[in-house]
């Protein structure tokens, strides 16, 4: 399968904040979570900025041609996924991303959850990468080669 099909579900966000979310279910507009019409706008943020996170922490994979493109890495990380932990980080990325829109000041209460969430994301981040990184091909490293000179 392709990364450019993961997606959330209503139940990836139940599992984390039921009791913020309970009776809110919008069927209108384009939403795909039922949160809000426009939910859709922040999960698009959230899989962008995942996937540019995933890019610059393994961009090692592609400066050495181990993968062709940033897309056939990406593919290849989703492929090696099977716990589902993208989906945990790109939950952590939309909670992060939809309570810091309602972030006003400081001492607000979406402003603590979204600080929650951004911690939550960049702490297991580094963990899932490292993991997921361990299952895909190795880089290929070429030797250095060191010039001596006579003088």
Not at 42 to 59: C, Q, V, Y
Not at 95 to 112: M, N, P, R, V
Not at 143 to 148: E, G, I, Q, S, T
Request: aromatic share 12%; hydrophobic share 40%.
């Amino acid at each position: 399968m392709a990364f450019s099909d993961l997606t959330l579900t209503r139940n990836n966000i139940d599992a984390l904040e039921e009791l913020t979310f309970k009776g809110v279910n919008v069927t209108t507009g384009s939403t795909t979570l039922n949160l809000s019409e426009k939910d859709n706008l922040i999960l698009g943020k959230a899989i962008k900025l995942l996937k540019t996170d995933i890019l610059e922490n393994l961009r090692e994979f592609i400066n050495d041609t181990t993968y062709s493109t940033e897309t056939a890495l990406l593919d290849a990380i989703y492929d090696a996924d099977s716990e589902e932990l993208l989906v945990d980080l790109l939950s952590y990325k939309f909670l992060e991303l939809w309570f810091a829109q309602d972030a006003t000041h400081k001492d607000s209460y979406s402003f603590a959850k979204a600080g929650k969430y951004y911690q939550m994301y960049n702490q297991y981040l580094t963990g899932n990468l490292r993991r997921l990184s361990g299952l895909l091909a190795k880089p290929k490293t070429t030797p250095r080669v060191r010039f001596m000179s006579l003088y």
